[in-house]
């Protein structure tokens, strides 16, 4: 557990997994709460500038944990989505095709837990039946193709696997690399995969509008091969 200042109240707090955190201009900040989140993200300059630090001292201004705007439609790239960090949220799977999503074969249920995030499948797809499966969240919320080398990348648009301090190396979900390694999920003989998974270092905060991808191969854990020999891309997602 490390200490860190929320830039809201100026206050130590001791940083955990379900820490309120925010990345800003290549900088990750941590906060006293989620009220305290919000409202740094409807005015990054103002707090980091610590005016609001003068404003208080000068006119006895407290700010609480909690924030509501006047005009949410104000804010709209602003807000922060109320399920994050604090519950559990369903999105679809789907098979990666060179137009980006296609059909659904399930669903992954994402849920804050004291351990960390949970992550349950209830997927099917025959083709990746009889073998553990690497999974990993990817940087960017988009599932689009792109062309590298003269080839088809299927879901190439989300990215590498996040990592948001820049680490560049594939360590596993309990290593120091990229935050975005999760426990492989494993497909059995008839190509269903319903066994849960533990993300310790991630929140639904953390992975929200980003992807997760399901790769055709296995995961090492190390980057020999590079990302653990995961693979092509075959399923994926967009938490939103």
């Known amino acids: 557990m490390s200490k860190r200042i929320c830039p809201v109240s100026g206050e130590k707090i001791d940083v955990t997994t379900r820490t309120p955190v925010v990345e800003c201009d290549g900088e990750t900040y941590h906060f006293c709460s989620r009220g305290h989140r ?3 993200m409807a005015d990054p300059e103002y707090f980091l500038s610590k005016r609001h630090m003068q404003t208080r001292l000068t006119e006895n201004v407290t700010f609480p944990n909690r924030f509501e705007y006047d005009n949410v439609d104000d804010h709209a790239e602003t807000v922060i989505n109320e399920g994050l960090n604090i519950g559990s949220m369903t999105v679809s799977m789907h098979v990666l095709t060179p137009l980006g999503a296609g059909e659904s074969v399930g669903e992954v249920t994402l849920e804050d837990t004291d351990l960390g995030l949970m992550i349950t499948p209830a997927i099917y797809h025959e083709a990746l039946a009889d073998g553990l499966r690497g999974f990993h969240v990817h940087e960017n919320g988009d599932l689009g193709a792109t062309r590298e080398g003269g ?4 879901a190439g648009a989300a990215g590498g696997h996040y990592d948001p301090h820049g680490t560049g190396t594939h ?4 290593g120091s690399g990229h ?6 999920l494993y497909f059995d003989d008839d190509g269903d995969a319903s066994i849960p998974v533990l993300a310790p270092r991630l929140t639904l905060q953390d992975v929200y509008g980003r992807t997760l991808i399901v790769h055709s191969g296995g995961d090492n854990f190390t980057d020999d091969p590079p990302n653990g020999g995961g693979g092509s891309r075959v399923l994926g997602t967009i938490v939103k």
């Open 38 to 40: 919000e409202m740094f």
């Open 179 to 184: 935050l975005g390694d999760l426990p492989p």
């Open 171 to 174: 360590q596993g979900p309990y």
């Open 151 to 154: 080839k088809v990348v299927l």
